[in-house]
């Protein structure tokens, strides 16, 4: 493994695990969602599937970022470690298997709410929950550790740019929602301090709010702030 020369200056690759606990979080309550959809409730199905598309298409963002902007670096100054990240590759090629074809069911569910697709829907979301929290588990075992070591601070922010950058602009501050709503309050105060000042103000004024608001449409219940 090749180190940087100032060690001093790591990247802080803290926001990646709770960018992925909220991939964990979310991924693995779809099956429920959607198995909690009655036949036939169009309407229903409909704010189901819009939530699978928001995590699907977020969860693509975040992977083509690193296909990007990580795993050719990491190959170029780690190739000690060059069979872990090529599997690492392999697995994202793997779940945007699984990514598609649960859109490709996503959109049927949505305009059938038919039991039959509800159900191919849920097993493709829980083979994709699995098969994204072992991938997440073992990139932040094996990967994050490499990345302190080899990528500068720069290098690392500017993936982290990519990935804002991702979002629209009018679904940012309910994104940040589902972030910071499953953190605890000393990394959620971290998280927050990051932020430019114009960011954690609309998080206050109008963020919060907003993302309650869809918290409750999604699972019925207000969002535990504790949890």
Do not use: C
Request: glycine share 6%; proline share 4%; charged share 30%.
């Amino acid at each position: 493994m090749t180190l940087t020369t100032d060690t001093a200056t790591r990247p802080d690759t803290g926001e990646m695990v709770i960018v992925h606990n909220t991939f964990r979080r979310h991924f693995n309550a779809l099956p429920g969602l959607v198995r909690g959809v009655a036949d036939g409730d169009g309407e229903r199905a409909q704010r189901i599937v819009s939530f699978v598309e928001e995590m699907s298409s977020g969860l693509h963002h975040h992977h083509t970022t690193e296909d990007e902007m990580m795993w050719p670096l990491l190959l170029d100054r780690a190739p000690t470690d060059s069979e872990l990240i090529l599997r690492m590759e392999e697995q994202h090629e793997r779940i945007a298997e699984l990514n598609e074809r649960a859109q490709a069911q996503a959109a049927r569910f949505a305009e059938t709410a038919d039991w039959g697709v509800r159900e191919d829907l849920a097993k493709t979301l829980t083979e994709l929950s699995a098969r994204l929290d072992e991938h997440m588990g073992e990139e932040e075992r094996h990967i994050l550790p490499v990345v302190e070591t080899v990528m500068s601070v720069e290098e690392w922010e500017a993936m982290g740019e990519r990935g804002r950058a991702g979002i629209p602009k009018d679904r940012q501050l309910v994104f940040l929602g589902f972030i910071l709503q499953g953190v605890s309050p000393e990394d959620r105060k971290k998280f927050l301090a990051n932020m430019p000042l114009i960011a954690r103000l609309m998080w206050r004024l109008i963020g919060k709010r907003a993302y309650v608001k869809e918290y409750r449409e999604i699972y019925g219940t207000d969002p535990d702030w504790n949890a």
